[in-house]
């Protein structure tokens, strides 16, 4: 089992930036990739950012690339997601994820066994 905590959600207004952390706890010798996703009230759970654990190779969704960067610290096992720019679309839960047996599929809710109880982040216009 791998428990995620994550933090750093927030209220701010659009053009500022927040930075959200999710630190993993429990049976994390085995993990391989940490995600985030983000849910909006009546929309679908959606990929946003994921990171390899061991390589430390990046991807993000089309929407934030270029104002969102996901990073990890090995030793403390948790990974950050830097967030500039932020505008009323990125209003959302954001929710972090692990996976254990990678498949390639980072973008995929399915991809990963584990989840964080999710942070509130709301952009103010």
């Known amino acids: 089992q791998v428990q995620l905590i994550e933090s750093g959600g927030g209220l701010v207004q659009a053009g500022d930036s927040l930075r959200l952390s999710c630190a993993a706890s429990?049976?994390?010798?085995?993990?391989?990739?940490m995600g985030w996703f983000r849910q909006a009230p009546g929309k679908e759970r959606e990929f946003v950012a994921a990171?390899?654990?061991?390589?430390?190779?990046?991807y993000y969704a089309d929407s934030v690339k270029g104002r969102f960067t996901i990073s990890r610290d090995v030793p403390k096992k948790t990974n950050y997601l830097q967030m500039n720019s932020l505008n009323p679309e990125d209003t959302a839960i954001y929710y972090c994820?692990?996976?254990?047996?990678?498949?390639?599929?980072?973008?995929?809710?399915?991809?990963?066994?584990?989840w964080g109880q999710g942070t509130q982040v709301t952009v103010s216009s």
């Open positions: 994820a692990a996976d254990v047996y990678y498949s390639g599929k980072y973008y995929l809710v399915g991809e990963y066994g584990y």
């Open positions: 990171i390899l654990w061991r390589g430390g190779n990046t």
């Open positions: 429990g049976r994390t010798s085995g993990m391989e990739a």
